[in-house]
């Protein structure tokens, strides 16, 4: 069975992330989302409500899981059995941070492969940090998220 993994904070999930996922699920039999918990980082919104918000963002895709973890991520990546990363690309920046993050994975787990995906042109400036800012201006989000996750913002 190929199970992947997609990290990250979605703090909150954008239609970038969601855009990702799609065209994630149809190469993988099982993909897990999993909220990286880090708790020396501020979040915006509770590890509890993210996982809401992604569930009702997927709750028609009965090959995703929605989970939460704290630690390495490629020990993650083992205790639910994923061989593959999924990582999104928006930038050339992304590229080489992504590069060195998997790299230093490779080093880790050599058996977990990293599989990047470029993003949308139309969806390249999303960035959960950018629809954060807008949100505490007071400026309209709905553009950059799934509606699905409206009411949890």
């Known amino acids: 069975m190929n199970i992947a993994l997609f990290p990250g904070s979605f703090d909150p999930v954008t ?20 909220i990286g918990v880090n708790s020396s980082k501020q979040s915006f919104l509770s590890i509890e409500k993210r996982q809401e918000m992604l569930r009702a963002v997927f709750a028609d895709q009965a090959k995703i ?14 205790s639910i059995d994923a061989n593959y990363m999924i990582r999104g690309i928006r930038t050339v920046s992304d590229f080489e941070y ?3 993050i998997a790299q230093m994975n490779h080093t880790l787990a050599p058996d977990i492969e990293s ?39």
Do not use: M, W
Request: glycine share 8%; aromatic share 10%; hydrophobic share 45%.
């Open 15 to 34: 239609k970038a992330h969601v855009d990702i996922v799609k065209r994630s699920v149809g190469l993988f039999d099982k993909v897990y989302i999993g």
């Open 115 to 153: 599989i990047f995906i470029v993003s949308k042109p139309g969806h390249s400036a999303i960035s959960s940090t950018i629809v954060r800012d807008v949100l505490r201006h007071g400026g309209d989000i709905s553009q950059f998220i799934p509606k699905e996750a409206l009411a949890f913002l």
């Open 65 to 78: 899981n929605i989970v939460a973890y704290e630690g390495l991520t490629v020990d993650f990546c083992r």
């Open 98 to 100: 992504e590069k060195a």
